[in-house]
């Protein structure tokens, strides 16, 4: 009888959406669009390879997300994420450090990765803006080559 009086209450517990996990996501590229050296001035158009990942759960925290080129002249392009400030289903929002050549150009500076609920074949894109402000001054864009939602 006892049973019976609790398994309703079990039910819709269990179907509450305020009780489910919230999604996790990972994305993936490696095939890089375009690029935007803010420090020089100058789009880049040709790679020679390039990685992407992020990987986040809705509206927690940590949140993981790393990009990695290379220019067609050869030099190396790393943006990583340093600490998050925010999520949602398509973006990743905190303090990013850029590196080109191991120099650390950009310290602790505002950015978002957005348009990471695209399907396999879309594009994402990177902005980086100053230690102070989002900006659209650095850019890192690459197509999504695989994508895990669980």
Known sequence: MRL??????????AAS???????????ESEKPYVAYDYDAGKEIGKFKAGDAVFSWQEGSDPAFAHALFY?????EYEFRLVK??????DSIEGLWDIHRNGVLL?????????????????????????????????????????????
């Open 84 to 89: 998050q400030t925010g999520n949602g289903f």
């Open 17 to 27: 959406p305020a009780l489910a996990a919230d999604p996790v996501h990972s994305v």
């Open 4 to 13: 019976t009086l609790f398994a309703p209450l079990a039910l819709v517990l």
């Open 71 to 75: 220019s067609a002249a050869g030099d």
């Open 106 to 150: 950009c310290d602790d500076c505002v950015g978002k990765a957005y348009g990471l609920d695209g399907a396999v074949g879309d594009y994402f894109k990177i902005y980086v803006g100053t230690p102070f402000a989002y900006a659209e001054n650095w850019l890192y864009s690459g197509w999504i080559t695989h994508r895990y939602d669980y």
